[in-house]
């Protein structure tokens, strides 16, 4: 059932490629230049007219919520919050029936992001669900919403899970700037073809799996790790930080690469690798010189670049390639090689990967 592969994480992992397409599949109409997705569709109006888009989710659900903060004010100039579910319902949280809801969860049983969900429509908001669950509870109780179409996630650590909430929640972006008129008929169409070709170039991706074994290796017997990124690489910083931690018990933390200044940086000797998202668009020659500061207090440095970057080679210690995309495109690429970076630490240390200590599939405790 692991289709050879030795763990379900790693066959998710290469699964994402179709993962991705089967999510776009039916509702990304590139050569018509239309999306077409039926809880949207059905339910324009309220949302293209939302005060505010509220996000709400756990983890990595949460993760990719931060992600759609970016693409849904990018695309559609449409202010959005993003919650941690658990903290959202117990703060009085001011909400009116002019907010939109969007709750997003893998296994659509997570019992903070449910209880969230029944606060935000008591209070008569409008809550659209983000589920790759079919059926599940929190697919019932939203109003209305959008499946990822990932396949079962057995793995305890989401991998396909993530990428393709991504991708609906960057379609919904997409369609509601179409509406609304915050995205010209070109960009939105060049946006569809470069959506449509990201699997693809995943796949090109999966295939540098050699050079993160070798970057494993080094660092697998490090006792922390920090992870930057900046613009819509700062929510994977968290996730590749996240993965890290939960399947091979190191500690790690991911922060907005310009936050580095006022603390994190005093952790940085020769003992700290540091993962860099320093892809070619978005704060480029900003990140360039929060890695020279890095580099300047002998931090390890674990970069991922644009393909044929030559000025991070020069001052990095590893480098991963990620195929050329548009910036708000990116994070589907960039997590590719995080997740593939704690799986085979977590696998060279003999962890659980697919099960790890301490955590459960779905957390259907508060
Ligand atoms: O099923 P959900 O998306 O609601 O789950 C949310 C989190 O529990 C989940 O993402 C968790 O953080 C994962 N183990 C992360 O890999």
Request: hydrophobic letters at 40%.
């Amino acid at each position: 059932e692991k289709g050879g592969y030795d763990h379900f994480m790693l066959k998710e992992i290469y699964e994402q490629p179709n993962a991705i397409r089967d999510t776009y599949r039916g509702r990304l109409l590139a050569d018509q230049g239309i999306i077409k997705m039926a809880g949207v569709d059905d339910n324009i109006e309220r949302i293209a007219k939302a005060n505010r888009i509220l996000i709400v989710g756990c983890g990595t659900s949460w993760h990719a919520g931060l992600v759609a903060e970016y693409a849904f004010e990018d695309m559609a100039r449409i202010p959005v919050e993003v919650e941690y579910a658990s903290e959202f319902r117990y703060r009085n949280p001011v909400i009116t029936e002019d907010d939109v809801v969007i709750a997003i969860s893998q296994s659509g049983e997570t019992a903070d992001t449910m209880a969230a969900i029944k606060l935000a429509k008591e209070k008569g908001a409008f809550v659209f669900g983000v589920c790759n669950v079919v059926g599940s509870s929190i697919s019932r109780e939203t109003t209305a919403g959008a499946y990822t179409h990932a396949g079962p996630e057995i793995g305890v650590a989401s991998t396909k899970a993530f990428t393709t909430q991504i991708t609906v929640l960057t379609l919904m972006a997409l369609k509601l700037g179409k509406y609304k008129g915050t995205i010209s008929d070109s960009d939105f169409r060049f946006h569809l073809q470069a959506l449509e070709a990201i699997p693809q170039k995943i796949e090109s991706l999966l295939k540098s799996d050699k050079i993160i074994k070798e970057i494993a290796e080094t660092y697998k017997d490090t006792r922390n790790c920090i992870y930057l990124g900046r613009g819509y690489n700062f929510p994977v910083a968290l996730e590749g930080a996240l993965k890290l931690k939960e399947i091979s018990y190191i500690h790690a933390e991911g922060y907005p690469a310009a936050e580095m200044k006022h603390g994190p940086i005093a952790l940085i000797d020769e003992e700290m690798p540091v993962v860099v998202i320093a892809v070619r668009k978005g704060h480029y020659e900003k990140v360039v010189s929060n890695i020279q500061e890095i580099k300047s207090r002998k931090g390890k440095i674990i970069s991922l670049v644009t393909e044929g970057d030559t000025e991070v080679k020069e001052i990095a210690d590893h480098v991963i390639e990620i195929p050329e995309t548009i910036e708000s495109f990116t994070p589907l690429l960039t997590t590719i090689p995080l997740q593939l970076l704690s799986y085979h630490i977590a696998v060279m240390l003999g962890k659980n990967v697919d099960q790890p200590r301490n955590l459960a599939k779905s957390v259907t405790v508060e």
